[in-house]
């Protein structure tokens, strides 16, 4: 009988592992409302862009002093580039109905939002002429044309119990 018990508990233990898998998929308003329906709290899920981005932003660097008796001008530009990697991970700020905001990095106002998209995931919010508010500034987004994406991880377990044993046999 331990044969058999050893055998199932083999059994059930390859099955979970070869069906066990964790991938990332879109988070969608179903997966969405599936959670709060479940009460686990958005917060605690780990996000994650679709594809990586940077966000520009030129910062005009124009001076004027008076040094020895002469006006110095100095004109020029200084460029903020921040990049942002495919899979980064990514902290839930703030939910609202149709919007989430994201910070992939600590500091104030360093949160991305994201809203529903017509195909139902949540992408990176831009205003018309491509551009976004962070760090306190607006910034152009690049891609351009791509949407960015909203991801999470999602883990399938598939559980399989196989309950095994030989019959005895029954006398009269």
Do not use: W
């Not at 004109?75 to 910070?103: F, H, Y």
């Not at 992939?104 to 919010?125: C, D, P, R």
């Amino acid at each position: 009988m331990l044969k058999y018990q050893t055998h199932i508990f083999a059994i059930t233990i390859a099955a979970i592992s070869l069906t066990s898998c964790s991938k990332k998929v879109y988070f969608t308003p179903e997966i969405k409302a599936s959670l709060e329906e479940n009460n686990i709290p958005l917060t605690s899920l780990q996000y994650y862009t679709d594809t990586k981005m940077s966000l520009r932003r030129n910062i005009s660097n124009n001076s004027a002093k008076v040094t020895k008796g002469e006006a110095v001008i100095k004109r020029g530009t200084d460029i903020n580039v921040v990049k942002l990697g495919k899979s980064t991970p990514g902290a839930l700020l703030e939910v609202k109905q149709n919007s989430l905001k994201v910070a992939f990095e600590e500091g104030e106002n360093k949160g991305l939002t994201f809203i529903q998209s017509g195909s139902g995931a949540y992408v990176l919010q831009r205003t018309p002429e491509n551009t976004v508010e962070y760090d306190g500034y607006s910034h152009s987004v690049n891609p351009e044309k791509q949407d960015v994406t909203l991801q999470i991880k999602r883990k399938v377990i598939k559980r399989i119990n196989i309950d095994k044993r030989k019959m005895k046999g029954k006398k009269v």
